[in-house]
């Protein structure tokens, strides 16, 4: 019952929000429709009765960013699209993160991994427990048994140590240990993953701008991109590798250089063991549009030096999809402060 409240509600704002967006004289609908709900990614219009589970495409909870790394349903998509992405980017971009944690050997990291001394191998996982201790499980299971014994006693070598000679009879036995190798096992696809981080700031975008941000042809291929995560359909790099204040987070403009102006949507992603932020570019409404990614690979991944010129316009988180006087607020800002 929470849940169908919850999407009432976010049905409602956002219907209205296209209504308003829609009042405008160069907005053309065809064929037009009222009281209604676009999904964000595929674009397909949805109604009050696509709110029913009965519905071929019903319309669902979008969690942005993943619930799985801290973030809560703010928006609609269709089944269809939710359910794709999930499967498709979500799971990736979570594993990678987890993967990361665990070679960075943080607290609270858990991977499956091989473990490799002398030329024998196994399998297993390592787990670092919140108060950092270092935990290697050999799995026999998943092992051949006979290996699994003998990269055991490969890799522990027992050493006998004498008492004193008041205590000659007395013996000590130690162990040493050899070195050996570690080869966490990856699930998760890396293209796949930052598909799902420029997906996340896609959404994020819509759930706080509105409609309107979306009436932007460059937006197009962003969307190709997130449909499509393993074609080349952009350019690699999505984003900007920079490590932003905390006051940044949410929705902004970079305004200068020319060739790097765009929105810039940054969020925080928690795993068990890590807060990151992440900054995703989106194209804006003129120059340079959907070559934002091309300027962001040639002038930002060559080194550092020229991130230092960038300037930004932090937007206000203000309701602005709430407020029908905001409904054209993205446009106004793009047009104040990244047209000359």
């Not at 990361?100 to 399998?123: H, M, Q, T, Y």
């Not at 000659?168 to 570690?182: A, D, G, H, P, R």
């Not at 979306?214 to 952009?234: C, D, F, H, M, W």
């Not at 984003?239 to 790097?260: A, Q, R």
Request: proline content about 5%.
């Amino acid at each position: 019952m929470k849940n169908e409240l919850k999407r009432k509600r976010i049905f409602e704002i956002f219907s209205k929000n296209l209504e308003w967006t829609k009042s405008h004289p160069a907005i053309k609908f065809n064929p037009d429709f009222n009281n209604g709900y676009i999904c964000p990614l595929c674009f397909d219009p949805f109604f009050s009765s696509d709110l029913l589970s009965q519905s071929p495409n019903p319309l669902t909870l979008e969690d942005v960013p993943p619930k799985s790394l801290g973030g809560k349903s703010n928006i609609l998509t269709c089944k269809k699209c939710n359910s794709k992405s999930g499967h498709e980017l979500d799971n990736h971009l979570l594993n990678r993160l987890m993967e990361i944690d665990s070679r960075e050997f943080l607290p609270n990291s858990k991977v499956n991994a091989s473990f490799e001394c002398n030329g024998v191998k196994v399998n297993g996982t390592i787990e670092i427990d919140e108060e950092g201790k270092f935990i290697m499980d050999i799995h026999s299971h998943r092992s051949n048994p006979t290996e699994s014994d003998l990269f055991i006693k490969n890799m522990i070598i027992p050493r006998v140590v004498y008492g004193s000679v008041a205590n000659f009879e007395k013996v000590l036995t130690e162990c040493e240990y050899n070195s050996f190798q570690i080869s966490p096992f990856e699930h998760s696809n890396q293209k796949r993953a930052h598909v799902a981080l420029l997906r996340v700031g896609y959404l994020l975008a819509f759930s706080k701008l509105g409609n309107s941000f979306l009436i932007n042809g460059s937006l197009y291929r962003v969307r190709e991109q997130i449909a499509n995560p393993t074609k080349p359909i952009l350019t690699e790099v999505f984003w900007f590798n920079y490590d932003f204040p905390k006051e940044m987070v949410g929705i902004n403009l970079v305004t200068s250089p020319k060739e790097l102006r765009c929105f810039l949507v940054i969020f925080n992603l928690v795993t068990k063991s890590k807060e990151r932020r992440f900054a995703i570019a989106l194209p804006g409404f003129t120059f340079p549009g959907i070559k934002i990614y091309e300027n962001i690979e040639n002038m930002l991944c060559q080194g550092d030096r020229g991130f230092q010129h960038c300037q930004f316009i932090h937007i206000e988180d203000i309701d602005i999809v709430k407020v029908h006087s905001r409904t054209w607020w993205a446009h106004q800002y793009w047009q104040r402060y990244c047209v000359d």
